[in-house]
């Protein structure tokens, strides 16, 4: 029987269609599959909507992170995807619902907001004792708005925005797409879903001011802005090249990342040439003397970093 199943009877009938094939065929699995394919050791799912694709893998009992791909990931076609953060949220044994997006159309879509609203309904997040929403950028704003489905849960937001409605936000200027969108559907302002959360950690450059803009529309004692001064659009990369991206997750995951631990270790930035670049870029012109000290005690803090790589080698 697996003989009579071809080559030529797995052609494609349509010549657009082989490049699928052809990509099914070849690549290896990625891990995620090979979790949940049927001789697999995981327990989960993936469910495919008109727009979006869930992922929800079945670990830890009494821990779940919720996760939204970015703006980055939308035009992903690879067999090898993976949700956003899906090796730690793994190696951290946490159960874990990711969605995939495949449209840069910042979640405002009926039923990727009915899909949530539904399990919301029928107490899929009550099963748990802690729920986490995560993500960056697009994916922060569905972590921040998608939240107000589970009160209490925690919120890790990465360079966030909080609305693309024009009529809250008639300052922001990126992301016309997502601006078109259908903003009167529910869940579109995260200034009023992060009320019900428990922590809320933010992660923004204040330097970056469209950025700041957003995130200073969200208030109350259960939001925490933490500052990657000179990140940019790209504060988990920053995070992720000081090699404290690891525990400031599982610290805010669990909800006990304190602002003066965090910014005890964000102190190790000052080595690097990000922000070096970006201290010129800001200061050059009005403070050309506050840049020259800095330059030299960037210089010094690279030597001794430097020496003592060289020291534990």
Do not use: C
Not at 12 to 23: I, L, M, Q, S, V
Not at 107 to 114: F, K, Q, V
Request: glycine share 8%.
């Amino acid at each position: 029987m697996a003989d009579d199943l071809s080559k030529e009877q797995l052609k494609p009938e349509h010549p657009d269609r082989k490049t699928g094939y052809e990509r099914i065929l070849t690549d290896p699995a990625p891990p995620w599959f090979v979790e949940l394919y049927p001789g697999g050791d995981g327990a989960g799912y993936l469910q495919k909507l008109e727009r979006h694709s869930v992922l929800f893998h079945q670990r830890s009992a009494s821990q779940l992170v919720v996760s939204f791909d970015n703006i980055a990931n939308a035009n992903d076609l690879s067999f090898a995807r993976e949700p956003w953060g899906w090796k730690f949220f793994r190696d951290a044994g946490w159960s874990h619902m990711g969605v995939f997006a495949r449209t840069k159309a910042w979640y405002r879509d009926p039923e990727i907001i009915s899909y949530f609203q539904d399990r919301a309904a029928e107490g899929f997040f009550d099963k748990y004792d802690r729920v986490v929403f995560a993500g960056a950028s697009m994916g922060g704003f569905g972590a921040l708005t998608f939240s107000g489905l589970v009160p209490g849960s925690h919120v890790i937001a990465f360079n966030p925005q909080t609305t693309l409605d024009a009529r809250l936000v008639p300052w922001e200027t990126r992301y016309r797409f997502g601006q078109v969108q259908d903003w009167d559907l529910p869940l579109g302002d995260a200034a009023q879903t992060v009320r019900t959360a428990g922590k809320v950690y933010v992660f923004y450059d204040p330097f970056f001011d469209l950025d700041r803009q957003q995130v200073q529309r969200l208030s109350g004692e259960n939001v925490l802005l933490l500052k990657t001064w000179f990140a940019n659009h790209f504060a988990a990369p920053m995070l992720r090249k000081l090699d404290i991206l690891k525990p400031v997750m599982l610290k805010a995951m669990d909800g006990t990342l304190a602002p003066i631990e965090y910014y005890q270790m964000m102190r190790a930035r000052r080595q690097l040439p990000m922000v070096m670049r970006g201290i010129e870029g800001f200061a050059e012109d009005r403070h050309p003397k506050l840049v020259q000290q800095a330059r030299r005690r960037f210089r010094v803090l690279r030597r001794a970093a430097m020496a003592e790589v060289e020291g534990s080698s």
